[in-house]
Structures are given as C-alpha cells and as structure tokens.
C-alpha cells in the first residue's frame, strides 16, 4: 500500500519536473527567437539606412566640393556593411557607418546652404529618425541578449541550458573609443 | 520646530516640458514622488508641495525658480485672535472705522492690509470641480480651464459668502482683523454704495476698505488651494459644528496668507499686487459695468478706470473681429463608439451552454447503457477519478500562470518610437482618444468596464451584465512617442474599482458600501488617464480606411458638375454645351486628379499612433494591459496564483492516488 502511495508520488515528480523541463527549454527556444528577430528588425532599419545614404551624398556631393574624404568615408563605410557577413562584423560596420554619418552632419555646419537645402533636410530628418530607431533596437537587442544571458547561467535553468547547449550570445557594444571623454578645444572653435 | 516648515508653491495651469524635467530632478535629487509632484504643480491656485525642516524646503528653492514656479517657503504662525465680526462700518475722510461688539477696528489710508473672501457653502468647490471634470471630459487633459475670477467672484456671492478683513504692519504681521457677514452689520455706513442686497453690500464693503488700504491684497482660493489642514468641509443643511470648524479654517487660511505675504520676495510682491487689484476690478466691473463711470470710484481706484477701458477696447476689439477671424480650431476629443456587451460574459456563457449540453448528453448516453449519472459520478471519485480531474485542471493552471509569469520576464520592454511588428512589450501612460466617461462615476477614463450582480438567492451575487468601453481605443505615450491601443480581448487589471447598489448611480452621493437588502450591486473598474501602464500585445499596422479609386474619380466628377466654370474649360468648341467627346476628356482628367491624389495621400508620411496599433495577437498568446507599478508587480500577483495552484494539484493528486489504491485493494 505504502509502496503504491511512494511510486504514485514519485510518478507526480517525475511528471511535475518533465513538465517544469519542458517549460524551461521552451523558454530557451523563445528568448532565442527574440533575439534573432530583434537582430532581424534592426536590419530592417539598417537596410533602410543603407538605401537612403545615397540620396544623401548625392545631395551633399553637390555642396561639399571640398569634403570629399568625408564623403568618401560614408561611402566606404555603407559597403562595409553591405558586405558584413557574421554577425560581429556587420555590428563592426554599423558602428563605423554611425561613427562616419555623425562627421558628416559635424561638417555640414559649414556649409549652411546646404543646411537650408529642403532635400537635405528631409534625407537628414529621415536619417537622423532612422539612427534613433535603430539606437532603440538595440537597446532592445541587448536587453534580449542580457535576459538570455542570465536566464542560462541561472539555476535551475543552467542545467538544461548545459545539457541542450545553449550557450551565451554577444551585445552589441559600442568601440572603446566612444567610451573615452570628449576634449573641446574651444581655441579652434 | 523646523520640521513644521510648509514649501507652497503657485500651481501651472499646464504640464510644460520644464516640468517633466522638474519632476524627474524632484525625484533623483530629492526622492519626492512624481506622481504625487505633478498633482501637486498643475492646478489652478496654491499647493503645498512638501513639508519638512527649512533646510531641506530651500535646497528645492533652486529647482522650482530655473523651472518659473512662484514659491514659498514657510512656518505657519498660529493664529493669535479670530476675526471679529463688525456690526458697523464709519468710513471718514482719513480712515475706515469698523464697529465690532466689543472693538473698534480702524483702517487709515496707505495702511498694508489682506482681504480673503471665501464662500462656505461648498459651491465654489463644486463648480470648480465640475468644471475641471467637464473640461478634462471634453478637452482632455492638456487643455484644462479653470474657474474665471468672475466667475468665483460670482459663485461667492451666490453661496455663502465671507469676508474676512486682515490690518497688516509694515513687516506683514497681522495686527487686527475683522469679518464681515451678509446682513450682519448696519449697511448705512455704506452710504451711496448701499444696495439691498445684502451681498453686494459685502461687495462694497470690499471695494471701500480696497479704497483706503494702499497695498491690499484679495485672496479667494479657500476651499481650492490644495492645502492640507485648511479645508472646507461641505457643510449639510448648514450644520453649525461644520460652519464652526469652517470659520476656525478660514482663520488659520488668512493666517497662512499672510505668512506668505510677509516672506514674499519685493520684486514679485509689486506685480502681484496688481494682477489681483487688476482682476478684482475686472471682477466688479463685469458684475456692475455702472460702476465704471463713476468718477468718485475711478479717483479712489484708479486701476478700475484702466481695467474698463480695457474691457470695453477688448470686447470693441472681440465683436469686430468676430465675423473675420476663422473659427477656432476644435481641440475636443471625439466621441466614444457605443459600449459594448463584453466578449468575456458572452465567451463564460458559451461555455456553460457547452457543458450543459454535455452533461445532457452524457446522461442520455448513460441511460442507454443503462448505468445512472450517480453512479457514475460515484464510481468516478470511488476510482479517485474526480480528483485526478481537479488535480490535472489545476497543473493545467498553474503551469499556464508559470508560462505567463516567463513570458512576460523574458520579453524585454520596446520603446514606443521604434516598436517593431509581432509581440511587444511597452509601457507608458495611458490618453484618452475619444471623449470617453465611465457611465457611473463619471470619470474621464481610457477604459471601463461595468459589472451589474443580482443578488441570486443562496448562490448570493451572479453576473447579470458586462458592459466595457469596448472598441473605443487609447493611446499609450512614453518619452519617445505614442501608439494606439485597441482593448479588445485583453486581460485588463485596472487598480480603481468602484462597488455600489442599486439606485446608487453617482459616488458623489454613496453611503454605505455594505447594503445587506439591495438585489443589485455594480462594480466598475477604470483606467484613469495619465495611469502607467503595462501593455504585452501584438503589434500590427492598423487597416487603411482610405477612400477608394472609384470613390474619389466620382466625387472629382460631382465638383466639376457644380462648378460651371471648370466645367467650361472642356468645352472645346465653346458653344456653351458639353458634348460626348467633351465629357470624356472631363472624366479622363478626373479620373488623373483622383489617381494623383491617391498616390499624394500614399506618399505622406504619417504620425506612428496612426499607423500602429497594439491589439489581441492569434492564437493562444496573451493580451495584457495593466494598471501596474513594475513588472516584478505584475509577475508577483501571477506567482501569487501559481503557488496555490501547484499545492492544490499536489493534495489532490495525492488524494486520487490513495483513493485508486483503496479501490485496487
């Protein structure tokens, strides 16, 4: 009898936990998928960006006669991130992308014509709208990746993350140098 | 002593975007609470905005001064002397002598003095309230009007009016005070200015005592400056205890006023001055536009004679200007689509139908077997079915409320600006879309929902009706933009709820929440707005309602049929008709104009509350809005379920399996 009672209880168990197992894994196979469609969406946007930037310089182009290798950069740096390929390099590229934008916009305070260009406007409105977009993914992707991240170095969660080979995912992270402090030389300004 | 220290400050009619920045410092550097700030900053008057020792009231002097808000920082003095109450007035050439019961009271001219006109009955509260309520209802909360000063002059007379009279020293000290009361004193010291109603002679004995003070100030906010300790309590039927404790308050009220009156800054002190004189007089003379002809009065007041001409050059300016300025700009919100039955009531309904008819089923078939629905459920439990059933419904629960708890966990939250397509998880705060109020309490609300019981004999309270706001939807606003929200086939956690019984249909007027006799009982449940909240749903771009081709191709043909003269331009040979050939090139070019337009409304670019719309997504993945303080809030309550749950499958399992065992052996 008590036999009976000991192995219905330990069957609940074993039920209780395949079931808990099941859940654990499910969330794994989830929070995966949250990732790779954060990553997806932000390449939306970045594709987005990347169709745009030619618009941009070639209104720029018709200003800046002198800035060549700014625009050249930009340029440069839209095929690098044409060309990415993993995921490590095309976060590289992106960065580069951002880094080479944010000089050209720097350079076109001097060029006040071209500011006051509707064209440029516009493209420069659409691009700036599309940078906060894609910082915000990010932030997404991150917080995605951070969650992951936790959950399989968590127990119980850990043990399955082991025993099914989930392993941790990168952040996309900003280059060093945009860690270190900004210096303004107010004599050249 | 330190600690009884008031920071008042002068509300902003509306929230400004220095605000938001006031309120996050208040909170980082200080820790006060936003929500409660804000409540405190917006509003039309005075509010005390933190309590609290010297010292740390100044260290938030700073903040309120970069961000333009009037303040002051003081200790209240407790009152000294009431008010004495004057049963006559001698006003002579150099000073106004009030005669009281046992002093006289003596203003000469130039003395420092603060008037504080209060009306005790509650209406200008009411009014007040009621016109925030309809403002916010109708307007929404960025264009909230408030009381007019000649309006809250004009409800004061209509109530129950008091005046209370304060003689200040040179340092904002008071040093006597008197109370005038409607038809409580002999009104021939008036004179000229006597009226027979008793209440313009409250009037006027405001306007002569203005005449002698030079620098007098006239405070009408008791009841509607939010200042904790100097309430009016509504008094029923005029109870004198209530009108007792009122009087106390409107004491200590003029007290506090000229406390803050003495620690008031010189160069704010000037203009103020004026503003009220200058709305006082704008005051009188809309109630008595007579009065701005009299030159006995314009010498005493000079500001009166400015303030007419004023009003008359305005109100010249207002009608000519009237049949050529453009109708303003309607800012309402629109109106709400009907309520809705909820679709949860008619789901539950369904479902009990369902099993009905199972049951109805399973006896027929029981009985052609010839074995009884008794029997059954005896044989049922005597297996220890029945409990495995119990058991396996509640497994079924919790691991549903588990799978819920790490869904939510695991979906991080998206910013409104750049949320993407499929499941997201946002938060912000909840605005109104339509003018929607909840049906009883009359709040302006973004959603509701009305529960009706009826009382059911021994089964006690059993839904009768659902009613929801439905389809009316809402926005939901973070820091970087707004979404549209769609309600329908959420699960909604709304945190105010209000309970009441049948005939009780405004809260204003609830007395008991616990009636043992009523038949019928209402819950509704609503999201403010303003609420944070808490929203796990599908994102999806919203269905275009743009007009169709054809639509359009015949509504361009219509115009050209009533305008003559474009017609005309068609009329290629100009004998005056329009032939076949003719009409055809006419409808070729609005059928161009009509595909033109189209491509024109395609091509702009539209704002994201347009275009998005976070509602109920497929399948069996879930719906949330919730009225929620953090997430760790939201998945505590779902660990709240899943514990009992999982100990409920546990005793049950246990209970069937010995059961089983029983009858095995």
Redesign the interface.
Known sequence: ?TG??VL??LL?LLL?LT?YVI?IYN?FV??KN?IS??WS?ID??LKQRYDELPKLIKVCEGYMQHEKQTLEAVIKARNMAGTARSDQDKMQAQNMLTDTLKSLFMVVERYPELKADAGFRQLGNRITELE???A??R??YN??VT?FNT?IDQFPDVIIARLFNFTARNLWEIDAAHRQDVEVNFQQI | MGQNSLLIVDQLPAATPALQDLLSRLHKEHGLDIYNCRQRLIGRGRSLLHRGDRSTLESLSPLLRQAGIRHWITAPTKPSFAPAIIRALQPKEDDLTFICQKKQVGFAKGDRGLAILADLSGKLVERSVHQLLSSNAYQGRDNLSHLSTEKIFKTILQGYPVLDLYKLDTDGTIIDAVRVLPSKFDHKGLGDRATLSSRQNLLRVLELWQSYTGQSQIETGFGLFNLPGFTLYKPPQKDPDVLRKNLINLTRFGWLMADLKHSEQPSTQNTEQLDLTASISAALLTQNPALAGSEQLAEAMPIIKQVSEEITATTQEETTQQDARPAPQSRALPAPPPPISSRQWRTRRFWISALGGSLVLASGAFYELKVSLPSVISHGYEMGIIPAGCAALMFWGGFHFLKLKRLVENTPTSKIRSVAMGMVEIKGQAIRQYALVSPISSTPCTWYRLTRFRRDGTRGWVVSSVVSSGSATFLLEDETGRVCIDPQGATIRARTREEGYEGQRSLSFSSSLTNNNAREKWVEEIITEGTLLYVLGFAAVKKEQRESLRNRKVEALRKLKRDRAALDKFDADGDGQISPDEWEAARASAEQEAIHQSLQDRQERRRQEEQIIIGKPGGNRPFIIAETLSETHLTNRFVRYIIPLFCGAALCTGWAISLLIQWLT
Do not use: H, K, S, T
Request: proline share 0%; charged share 25%; hydrophobic share 50%.
């Open positions: 009898m009976w009672i219905g209880v609940l209780g079931l859940l969330g989830q929070l949250n469609r954060d969406n939306v946007l906060d977009q894609i915000d993914r932030e997404l917080a995605a969650i959950r």
